[in-house]
C-alpha cells in the first residue's frame, strides 16, 4: 500500500518555464490537496478537491491550476514559474473532509 | 480569519524531560483540532484528532489535551527519536473545510 505518491520529488526550473506536479492516491480517498511549505510560513494550502471533477481555491492559489480527471491523481501545474514559487510541495488526501490527511513525501521545487 | 499559533517555535529537552508544546487557536466553532509530526525531508505524519473540550488522547509517550481556545502536546521522558517538527492544525465547523496549520514547534531531544 503505497498511500500518496508525488513525483517528481526535485525539480529545478528556469523562471517562465512550466511544469506539472503529480499527486497519486491509492486509498480510494474522496478528497485531496495541494500544501505548499516555506520556512516561517508553515503549510498554506493552495487548491483542494472534494471530489473527482471538482477543484476549490485554497489560501495562495495563485500561479497555479490543478485538475482532478481521476479520484486517484490530484495534479498541480504551474504555468509560468516564479522565484517565489520556489517551496516544497505536499499533496495530501483524506477519505472525509473531517478525517486526518495523509500526506505525500514532498517535491522541492526550486525556480531560478 | 482562522489563526493557530504554536509556542514555543523551538525546544530543546534532554532525555527524560518531559515538557508541553502549545496550540492556541482562535477559529470560530471548532470542529476538530489534529496533531502531525514531521520529520525533516518528510510528510507530515497523523498523530491525534481532538473534537471537544476536555478530551485527550495518548500514544505512547505523547499526550493531547483541548481546551476551548488551546491544546497541548504533552510530551512524557522524551527519547532522541522524538525530535521532530510537531504541528497543529484546525478545522472550521464544516466538514469540507481544509485544515489550517499553525507554523510548528521544533523539538530536539538531546541523549
Known amino acids: 500500500n503505497a498511500g500518496v505518491t508525488q513525483t517528481p520529488k526535485f525539480r529545478v526550473l528556469k523562471t517562465g518555464q512550466s511544469m506539472t506536479l503529480l499527486c497519486a492516491q491509492d486509498?480510494?480517498?474522496?478528497?485531496m490537496y495541494w500544501y505548499r511549505q516555506d520556512p516561517g510560513m508553515g503549510l498554506r494550502l493552495i487548491h483542494y478537491?472534494?471530489?473527482?471533477?471538482?477543484?476549490a481555491k485554497g489560501e495562495v492559489p495563485d500561479g497555479y491550476n490543478v485538475s482532478r480527471l481521476k479520484k486517484q491523481n490530484f495534479l498541480l501545474g504551474l504555468e509560468s514559474a516564479a522565484p517565489s514559487q520556489t517551496s516544497v510541495y505536499f499533496c495530501?488526501?483524506?477519505?472525509?473532509?473531517?478525517?486526518?490527511?495523509?500526506f505525500g513525501s514532498g517535491t522541492r521545487l526550486t525556480v531560478v | 480569519e482562522d489563526q493557530v499559533t504554536q509556542s514555543p517555535e523551538a525546544l530543546r529537552l534532554q532525555e527524560g524531560e518531559s515538557s508541553s508544546l502549545n496550540c492556541s487557536y482562535t477559529?470560530?466553532?471548532?470542529?476538530?483540532l489534529f496533531w502531525y509530526r514531521q520529520d525533516p525531508g518528510k510528510g507530515p505524519e497523523f498523530l491525534f484528532t481532538?473534537?471537544?473540550a476536555g478530551e485527550e488522547k495518548e500514544k505512547e509517550r505523547l499526550k493531547a489535551t483541548l481546551t476551548k481556545k488551546e491544546s497541548f502536546l504533552h510530551i512524557t521522558a522524551p527519547k532522541p527519536e522524538d525530535s521532530a517538527t510537531y504541528l497543529c492544525?484546525?478545522?472550521?465547523?464544516?466538514?469540507?473545510?481544509?485544515?489550517?496549520f499553525g507554523k510548528g514547534t521544533r523539538l530536539s531531544v538531546i541523549a
Open positions: 495530501a488526501s483524506s477519505r472525509q473532509g473531517s478525517d486526518g490527511y495523509t
Open positions: 486509498m480510494n480517498h474522496e478528497y
Open positions: 478537491s472534494v471530489g473527482e471533477g471538482t477543484t
Open positions: 477559529v470560530s466553532g471548532l470542529r476538530g
Open positions: 481532538l473534537y471537544s
Open positions: 492544525a484546525v478545522q472550521a465547523p464544516s466538514g469540507n473545510t481544509p485544515l489550517v
